[in-house]
């Protein structure tokens, strides 16, 4: 008797796997790490051998297990289980799902992570009873998932939720993604500490250089963020720059979907109130219309690094109920 559901988020440097009953109580979760330099086979073989574990430390057999969810960085078709390209793994054009129910003989569906992270809050988070919002996800990428009308959004290639290459800057900065202007260039943390590097080589003086000895290497959006908070005026850019670029990206989206709820999450949503109050400073009062003010509220993820394992047994659960992952 089939009596189980299980979910795993993937990352660049680690996996977590969750295990709860067809009630949805949880029973087990766990860490592992990625190795991605391994390679795709070495990593998917270490996700399935996860599984394998978190059941049998749990006295459950694999012939037990109903569904799996997986949440997989990057560009995905997830209908034919394909990850089209995930950077920070060196995944390109792989077949993911095949060697998952070969292995454990049982329905297997996959998502993108930011959008499976957006299903988690959906159902266990800040996105509960919420019927339009968006999950941004700042970390060294900007990611994000639509919900409307209740229900994950993803458009008719899969790929939507691109916030982070919403272009800001007219023929600015270069972005990976090939792009110029892009938010992801400015906002991520990838993009801040860039920034920092290149300014500070240029001859820009910062107390930057002073905290980390001299070593750029070293600055990260945490040294940003405390030299911004002892008056240094390239910090200080920097922070203002990320704070007024998302909340153009927010408004557009505000603007254009009406949503209720914005809910960020990602690394750099540990700046807690002070990044949520200088966004809505941004956002509420000068760039859209007061029925939008009325029904709008910005907050912080709730579950925060565990969104994505939550998702994905979310994604588990719509696969054993036959509605796959929309």
């Known amino acids: 008797m089939r009596k189980y559901l299980a979910g795993i988020d993937l990352g ?114 800040a996105g509960r009873g919420i019927r339009n919002f968006i999950c941004i996800t700042i970390g060294t990428g900007i990611g994000s998932g639509l919900v409307l009308n209740g229900q994950l959004f993803k458009g008719p290639a899969g790929l939507a939720g691109e916030l982070g290459h919403i272009n800001v800057v007219p023929d600015g900065d270069p972005c990976l993604c090939g792009s110029r202007g892009c938010l992801e260039a400015y906002a991520s943390s990838y993009g801040m500490v860039r920034i920092a590097k290149e300014s500070i080589s240029r001859g820009e003086k910062s107390l930057m250089e002073e905290m980390t000895q001299g070593d750029l290497e070293k600055i990260t959006p945490k040294v940003i963020e405390e030299a911004s908070d002892r008056g240094d005026k390239l910090a200080t850019r920097i922070m203002e720059d990320m704070y007024k670029y998302i909340s153009i990206a927010i408004c557009d989206l505000i603007n254009l979907l009406n949503l209720e ?43 925060g690094e565990e969104a994505g394992m939550y998702g994905a047994l979310a994604l588990a659960r719509k696969c054993l109920e036959g509605k796959g992952a929309n």
Not at 109 to 120: F, I, Q
Request: proline share 4%.
């Open 12 to 125: 660049g440097t680690k996996f977590a796997t969750i295990l709860a009953d067809l009630d949805g109580n949880i029973i087990a979760k766990t860490k592992n790490e990625t190795r991605a330099a391994e390679g795709s086979d070495r990593v998917i073989g270490r996700m399935i051998q996860s599984i394998r574990d978190i059941l049998a430390e749990n006295g459950a057999r694999v012939d037990e297990l109903a569904a799996l969810g997986l949440g997989i960085p990057g560009q995905q078709d997830s209908e034919k289980g394909i990850c089209i390209s995930a950077h920070n793994l060196g995944w390109v054009n792989l077949q993911v799902l095949e060697p998952f129910k070969e292995a454990l003989g049982i329905p297997v569906v996959m998502d993108n992570d930011v959008r499976v992270a957006t299903l988690g809050e959906l159902k266990y988070g």
């Open 261 to 303: 709820r914005v809910i960020i999450g990602g690394g750099i949503s540990n700046m807690g109130d002070k990044l949520l109050d200088r966004i809505r400073e941004y956002v509420v009062y000068p760039r859209i219309p007061r029925p939008s003010q009325e029904i709008l509220s910005i907050v912080r993820a709730e579950l």
